[in-house]
């Protein structure tokens, strides 16, 4: 039985088993998880359809996570976006010596 405060939103229903959380538009939500700082790593359910066909239903899995697990999500965060830097040098740089080095063809 699905759980309501009276307004016109509703919460999907949620039981154990094979029972799946559906969004408002009956499609079975999509697990996804948050890369934004203050929620990194935390889980949500949202509805599965593409950003302009959505429904509004959000709903998540996961408690808040504590000061210390925020701390280590954005150190991740910025480690991942320091590693995506580097590869993209490294691109330019492999790009760079296969056009000086013209007879290097791999």
Same mark, same amino acid.
């Given at each position: 039985m699905?759980? +309501?405060d009276?307004?016109?939103?509703?919460?999907?229903?949620? +039981?154990c088993?094979?029972s #799946?959380i #559906?969004?408002?538009?009956?499609?079975?939500?999509t697990?996804?998880?948050?890369?934004k700082?203050?929620?990194?790593? #935390?889980r949500f359910?949202?509805?599965?359809?593409?950003?302009?066909?959505?429904?509004s239903?959000?709903?998540?899995?996961d408690?808040?996570?504590?000061?210390?697990s925020?701390?280590?999500?954005?150190?991740?965060?910025?480690?991942?976006?320091?590693l995506?830097d580097?590869?993209?040098?490294?691109?330019?740089?492999?790009?760079?010596?296969?056009?000086?080095?013209?007879?290097?063809?791999m």
């Amino acid at each position: 039985m699905p759980l +309501s405060d009276g307004s016109s939103c509703r919460r999907p229903q949620v +039981s154990c088993g094979r029972s #799946r959380i #559906r969004c408002y538009c009956g499609e079975e939500a999509t697990l996804r998880m948050s890369w934004k700082v203050v929620m990194f790593g #935390r889980r949500f359910f949202k509805c599965p359809k593409m950003q302009h066909e959505q429904c509004s239903f959000f709903d998540w899995l996961d408690n808040p996570k504590c000061q210390w697990s925020r701390e280590v999500g954005q150190k991740v965060q910025d480690k991942i976006l320091k590693l995506e830097d580097e590869i993209k040098e490294l691109k330019l740089n492999e790009e760079y010596l296969r056009k000086s080095l013209g007879w290097l063809d791999m």
